[in-house]
C-alpha cells in the first residue's frame, strides 16, 4: 500500500526557515501529483502547494507564494517543501497527500487518495 511520512517540521522564529521532506513508498504511478496542506486546529485545512513530479507543473497558494517553494528528488520518491521568510500565521500541522495525476490547481482535499499523518511546524 502506498505510504507518505513527513518529515522536517520543528520549531523556529519568524524569518526562519524549515525544509520538509514527503516521502512516497509502496506502488504509485511512476509520476504523481503531490500536494502539502496544512491545518490548525479550529481552521480550515489550507492547500500549500503542489507539483507534478513529471512535468514539475506546480501550484502555490498566494499565502505562501514568494516564500515556499517545492521540489522532488531526482530519483527518488521524494517531494520537498522549502519553506523560507516563515511567519507565525504559517505554524500548523503540515501534511502530505498524493493522487495519481494534478488538478490544473492545487486541489482541494478530496482529491487526493493518499495522506501521510503530519509533521508539525510551529513559528513563534
Known amino acids: 500500500h502506498v505510504q507518505l511520512v513527513e518529515s522536517g517540521g520543528g520549531s523556529v522564529q519568524a524569518g526562519g526557515s524549515l525544509k520538509l521532506s514527503c516521502t512516497v513508498s509502496?506502488?504509485?504511478?511512476?509520476?504523481?501529483?503531490l500536494a502539502w496542506f496544512r491545518h490548525t486546529p479550529g481552521k480550515e485545512r489550507e492547500g500549500v502547494a503542489r507539483i507534478h513530479t513529471g512535468t514539475l507543473s506546480t501550484h502555490y497558494a498566494d499565502s505562501v507564494k514568494g516564500r515556499f517553494t517545492i521540489t522532488r528528488h531526482n530519483l527518488q520518491n521524494i517531494v520537498y517543501l522549502q519553506m523560507d521568510d516563515l511567519k507565525p500565521e504559517d505554524t500548523a500541522m503540515y501534511t502530505c497527500?498524493?493522487?495519481?495525476?494534478?488538478?490544473?490547481?492545487?486541489?482541494?482535499?478530496?482529491?487526493?487518495?493518499?495522506w501521510g499523518l503530519g509533521t508539525q511546524v510551529t513559528v513563534s
Open positions: 509502496g506502488y504509485l504511478t511512476n509520476t504523481f501529483c
Open positions: 497527500a498524493a493522487h495519481n495525476y494534478c488538478p490544473r490547481a492545487l486541489g482541494m482535499p478530496t482529491w487526493y487518495q493518499y
